[in-house]
């Protein structure tokens, strides 16, 4: 405990943020020597003011700090310095990284990670390709990282689950504060498949502004950063941007051109994000980095992509009919029965048989979508 508390104590020192932290202990190494250090050697640090140095001169360990690690230690939590070997090598090249992780589960510093974020108000279509896309990067060994928030993000540590890899969660939150709270499930499996991570103390509630602090972490740990379904004005696309800032890859899943939650998603690829359709493109630029080969299969789904509406051999004429008629996005019944002209009760039997087959799923309020795969 002892070895953590001037960590805690330089993060609690008033005005200090997290950019002044990383260039004290560039330039001393250890919280201890920063403490210690003459007022006159503090000024030359960049950012560092008369008031803050006097601040630090005079600074105290409260019994609150004590505390805290006491209750992490209880909870078997960790707390991971800017100098521990499990706290992520990328993240720590920012110039303002947190001076220390609070984490449950363990977190490999040298990991290949991929950040998978969008819409906490999700599409069907976007949790379903969201699902798919994490699990074969996570089948690849690639650590998904997102922040358990609802829709995409859940989507995506979900995903990767499935897929049998890693995954990282990284909230807005202390550890003891979990958000969603219908997340708790999800919370345990991840810290048993990976790690769930904040910065802050483990009591803080989820402040509106912890989450721009908590995107900073989930695209610096990250070799690039993956976007699905992202309105205009949207949370992800901060993450976007401090990924492209980082120097980090920008990717974009496209969705439909009339749904308003893709349209932050198609500015990115305007912008010059690589559009994903499948792990493979993704893997194609990261991939020599981390040293992944892309597999026959998905260099397959790459020279052949899936051509959309195209009927399939194996079904009769009117099934196939049916299915070519349907989209990834939610279509009412009655809207395939004026576009197909087809009889509502021998509609319902066909959609009935794809839909047990595993080619539809059918939607709140009599609509139906057509699966991926």
């Not at 009591?203 to 602090?213: G, N, R, S, T």
């Not at 892309?294 to 051999?313: D, F, M, V």
Request: glycine share 8%.
């Amino acid at each position: 405990m002892e070895s953590l508390l001037p960590w805690l104590a330089l993060k609690s020192v008033p005005g200090i943020g997290d950019l002044l932290c990383k260039r004290l202990i560039d330039r001393y190494q250890s919280p201890d020597h920063v403490f210690k250090a003459p007022r006159k050697e503090l000024l030359e640090v960049p950012g560092m003011t008369p008031t803050l140095a006097a601040l630090l001169s005079t600074h105290r360990v409260s019994d609150t700090l004590k505390r805290e690690i006491d209750r992490a230690i209880q909870k078997n939590f960790h707390i991971l310095t800017l100098k521990d070997p499990q706290y992520p090598a990328l993240l720590r090249e920012l110039p303002d990284p947190p001076l220390f992780l609070y984490c449950c589960g363990e977190l490999d510093g040298e990991a290949a990670c991929l950040a998978v974020v969008g819409s906490r108000n999700a599409t069907t279509y976007g949790l379903s390709n969201t699902r798919k896309l994490c699990s074969e990067l996570a089948a690849y060994g690639l650590t998904v990282v997102s922040g358990m928030a609802r829709g995409i993000d859940t989507a995506a540590h979900e995903g990767a689950l499935s897929g049998g890899g890693r995954t990282v969660a990284v909230l807005g939150s202390g550890l003891e504060r979990i958000y969603p709270r219908e997340n708790r499930k999800l919370f345990d499996q991840i810290a048993e498949n990976g790690a769930v991570v904040s910065e802050f103390s483990l009591y803080e509630e989820p402040l509106p502004h912890h989450f721009p602090k908590r995107n900073r972490i989930i695209a610096g740990m990250s070799l690039g950063t993956v976007i699905v379904e992202a309105a205009r004005k949207s949370g992800s696309l901060i993450t976007a941007r401090l990924a492209a800032e980082q120097g980090r890859e920008v990717f974009a899943v496209p969705g439909s051109i009339q749904s308003q939650k893709s349209a932050g998603t198609h500015s990115l690829i305007k912008q010059g994000a690589k559009l994903v359709e499948h792990a493979g493109d993704i893997l194609e630029e990261i991939g020599p980095r981390v040293g992944v080969e892309i597999s026959p299969e998905i260099q397959r789904k790459k020279a052949a992509r899936p051509e959309h509406g195209r009927p399939s051999k194996s079904l009769d004429p009117d099934t196939s009919k049916v299915l070519a008629a349907l989209e990834p996005y939610p279509t009412h019944i009655d809207d395939l029965v004026r576009k197909l002209a087809m009889d509502p009760g021998k509609l319902a039997g066909i959609l009935l048989q794809l839909e047990l087959t595993g080619k539809v799923k059918q939607m709140p309020g009599k609509q139906f979508i057509r699966c991926n795969g």
